[in-house]
């Protein structure tokens, strides 16, 4: 299964400000994000980042997403596009595959990043960076035992806005 990590950043490597604020992304991220959601039908989030969407309201439509928590109350919730789980990131793209997905879209946050690239499961990164940089915030990978290469396949400025697309492969 080919895994995709999608994510906005800021020039210095940050993903969202202080309290998970993220509305310094541009529209054109944004409408790039919801583009590559359709396209792979399916977004893994980790709990924070889940929080953060429903308190912003942003609605992913028919997309399944999976948000992995050890919340409790959230581990018992049901929904039909979004999945709560405690599975391993490995396990996760196990039923996404059984499930009939090709792929599989990595978005965040830092932490949940992190232990898919640790496991060696992020085949490619789309990266849009914002001309912007933020003092403090959230990571775009916490701190790790990692270091994969990558393979520039793609730089490209999106529509009218300063916002910058990187798009890498792993190597592995």
Same mark, same amino acid.
């Given at each position: ?59 992913? $439509? =028919? ?7 050890? &919340?409790?109350?959230? #581990?018992?919730?049901?929904? *039909? ?62 701190? $790790? =035992? ?7 396949? &793609?730089?490209?400025? #999106?529509?009218?806005?300063? *916002? ?9």
């Amino acid at each position: 299964m080919k895994t995709i990590l999608y994510m906005a950043m800021t020039v210095n490597g940050k993903i969202a400000g202080i309290d998970n604020d993220t509305s310094w992304t541009s529209k054109e991220d944004w409408a790039g994000f919801l583009g590559m959601c359709k396209k792979v039908g399916n977004a893994i989030i980790g709990r924070k980042t889940y929080e953060m969407v429903k308190k912003e309201g942003t609605q992913l $439509g =028919d997309i399944l997403t999976v948000v992995l928590t050890r &919340e409790a109350t959230l #581990l018992a919730k049901r929904s *039909t596009h979004t999945i709560f789980t405690d599975k391993q990131p490995r396990d996760v793209l196990a039923m996404l595959q059984e499930k009939g997905y090709r792929e599989a879209l990595v978005c965040g946050g830092g932490i949940l990043n992190s232990a898919f690239l640790k496991e060696g499961l992020i085949d490619e990164m789309y990266i849009d960076i914002e001309p912007l940089i933020l003092g403090r915030g959230i990571p775009l990978f916490a701190d $790790g =035992d990692f270091a994969p290469h990558l393979t520039l396949l &793609e730089v490209k400025t #999106l529509s009218n806005s300063q *916002t910058v697309q990187l798009h890498y492969k792993v190597i592995k």
